[in-house]
């Protein structure tokens, strides 16, 4: 894709493919704002109406007050029209950077062909009410903002199947959710999320969730819903018991309970468990307070003495290997592993 530098000037991405004509390059080192918008004005006079390929303009204030224009493309890429509004954009040493967005400019609404949008690593806390208008958008990146809440515009866009809204501060998934039908990837990590809702698991099609780094404390009572469910990821949360129901996820192949409080997992789970580790699939479960049980519970079995079985007071040549047949002469040990063994069997002798 390609992305757009400082007055309008376009930098291609290596490997990226391009839509747009080609068009006069501006003076990157240019020192002052008001010689770029000029440059940038020159470079609107020489695009023809007919020709302007898709564009956004966005007005943002330099550390100076001065108003500063930026042109953002439309890009197509195997046939996938993509806009770039990243607030990292621009950050080249001969460039300056471009400051991030507080809004969404309402003009992104017109792109009714678009499909992806990239809008992270901004300032935006809301976004425009004709956002629906999107009616062909796939993937929609909004993480690393600052939403207070659930962005509601996002519930009604039908064609979505990607959505990311990683660290913000949302406080809850609306109902609403259940309007993107055809959602496959949801991405609410790193918020404040508290409740995991049945909303949830109405998405028929959701196949990738991450919602760890959030301050959950229970699941969906019907989660095994969620039957095309691949990766479940609830790392570092509070959840301190599972429903039933996880046991119902035929699909799940990745499902990382790390760092949790969990104290018991039930039977039905560890069998749960054990058959997803045959097929070569992953439940994670470290970090728990259950571990320190377990573990202890382990290492009292493997070293102490008392419950060692009878059968290594036997000669510590033999230790560790299988006993040859009698037909087979063994070695005589040497007089200090013969100590030795004397010395080990009376100890187990003198504790049985």
């Not at 303009?57 to 509004?85: C, H, P, Q, Y």
């Not at 790193?190 to 404390?217: A, G, K, R, W």
Request: charged residues 20%; aromatic residues 6%; hydrophobic residues 35%.
């Amino acid at each position: 894709m390609a992305a757009t530098g400082h007055g309008g000037r376009e930098r291609s991405m290596p490997g990226r493919a391009t839509s747009q004509p080609a068009l006069p390059r501006l003076n990157a080192r240019a020192k002052h704002t008001k010689q770029l918008v000029r440059q940038q004005a020159s470079l609107d006079s020489l695009l023809s109406p007919d020709h302007t390929p898709e564009h956004v303009v966005i007005e943002t204030v330099n550390s100076e007050g001065e108003a500063v224009l930026w042109k953002v493309f439309v890009t197509e890429v195997n046939g996938i029209r993509m806009l770039d509004l990243y607030g990292g954009c621009g950050q080249d040493e001969q460039l300056p950077r471009r400051p991030p967005l507080t809004q969404l400019p309402s003009e992104v609404c017109d792109l009714i062909h678009l499909k992806r949008l990239w809008a992270s690593h901004n300032l935006l806390t809301s976004l425009p009410p004709f956002l629906p208008r999107l009616s062909h958008l796939h993937q929609l990146f909004l993480q690393e903002n600052q939403f207070s809440q659930f962005p509601t515009a996002v519930c009604s866009l039908p064609s979505l199947h990607t959505l990311w809204l990683s660290h913000n501060r949302i406080p809850e998934i609306p109902d609403d959710i259940t309007n993107l039908s055809l959602l496959q990837r949801l991405h609410l990590d790193h918020n404040q999320i508290s409740v995991f809702p049945d909303s949830l698991t109405l998405l028929p099609h959701l196949t990738v969730l991450y919602l760890n780094n959030n301050n959950l404390q229970t699941l969906s009572q019907d989660i095994g819903r969620l039957a095309t469910l691949e990766h479940l990821i609830l790392h570092d949360n509070l959840i301190t018991e599972l429903p039933r129901g996880v046991t119902d996820l035929a699909a799940v192949q990745r499902f990382d309970l790390r760092h949790n409080q969990l104290k018991h997992l039930s039977k039905e789970f560890r069998s749960f468990q054990a058959e997803k580790s045959s097929t070569g699939g992953k439940i994670l479960t470290a970090g728990n307070p259950l571990d320190k049980t377990l573990t202890r519970m382990l290492s009292v079995e493997q070293t102490s003495p008392l419950l060692r079985p009878r059968t290594m007071s036997f000669p510590l040549t033999g230790y560790g290997t299988r006993r040859k047949s009698e037909s087979t002469p063994s070695p005589s040990p040497s007089p200090s592993h013969h100590r030795r063994h004397i010395f080990y069997h009376s100890q187990s002798e003198d504790r049985a």
